[in-house]
Antibody, heavy 119, light 107 residues
Framework: EVQLLESGGGLVQPGGSLRLSCAASGFTFSSYAMSWVRQAPGKGLEWVSSISTSGSNTYYADSVRGRFTISRDNSKNTLYLQMYSLRAEDTAVYYC????????????WGQGTLVTVSS | EIVLTQSPATLSVSPGEGATLSCRASESVSSNLAWYQQKPGQAPRLLSSGASTRATGIPARFSGSGSGAEFTLTISSLQSEDFAVYYCQQYNKWPLTFGGGTKVEIK
């Protein structure tokens, strides 16, 4: 059974930093590209960032480029999202989701971790 | 970026009736379009990909169609568990984008 467990969310002040983690199990983590997708309270889904299977290629939404860094540790089956210079508009539930390499959808989703940026 | 426009924003349907949801792309995404279902307090769930291929375990009453820039998700005979928000998503080009969602509510 595929399991994706996000952690690291919480309350942070504007301008602060936070690192999210996603522990994966139930599938061959190193064979899947991984992504972060977020959802602001009461809003729709927004893709944030993706990383290739090896970690050599990364992709970012314009809204987070230069502030967020995605990474992965295939030896630990874990995905990360380092977030800097957080803004109120970054407040959202952050989901991790695997994708088969190539043009493919998000096969599975974690339950998400809530990040709240507020003073 | 490719903009996905979903319509209607809200659809009121009686249990047992059918529903048709639309997703229009600002440019062709070929068949690289997925549909997701999200219930309150839950993560999204993949319903279909490749515009028309149902994901594992998805009932046959869910049917996706279309290609290019016009797509449709049809739900035949809505069950109580189908009342939710539905999102389309294109994975043809970076950045990956989602539609704004269609809420299917009980009439």
């Amino acid at each position: 059974e595929v399991q994706l467990l996000e952690s690291g969310g919480g309350l942070v002040q504007p301008g602060g930093s936070l690192r999210l983690s996603c522990a994966a199990s139930g599938f061959t983590f190193s064979s899947y590209a991984m992504s972060w997708v977020r959802q602001a309270p009461g809003k729709g889904l927004e893709w944030v960032s993706s990383i290739s299977t090896s970690g050599s290629n990364t992709y970012y939404a314009d809204s987070v480029r230069g502030r967020f860094t995605i990474s992965r540790d295939n030896s630990k089956n874990t995905l990360y999202l380092q977030m800097y210079s957080l803004r109120a508009e970054d407040t959202a539930v952050y989901y991790c989701a695997p994708r088969s390499p190539g043009a493919n959808p998000f096969d599975y989703w974690g339950q998400g971790t809530l990040v709240t940026v507020s003073s | 970026e490719i903009v996905l426009t979903q319509s209607p924003a809200t659809l009121s349907v009686s249990p047992g009736e059918g529903a048709t949801l639309s997703c229009r792309a600002s440019e062709s995404v070929s068949s690289n379009l997925a549909w997701y279902q999200q219930k309150p307090g839950q993560a999204p769930r993949l319903l279909s990909s490749g515009a028309s291929t149902r994901a594992t375990g998805i009932p046959a009453r869910f049917s996706g169609s279309g290609s290019g820039a016009e797509f449709t998700l049809t739900i035949s005979s809505l069950q109580s568990e189908d009342f939710a928000v539905y999102y389309c998503q294109q994975y043809n080009k970076w950045p990956l984008t989602f539609g704004g969602g269609t809420k299917v509510e009980i009439k």
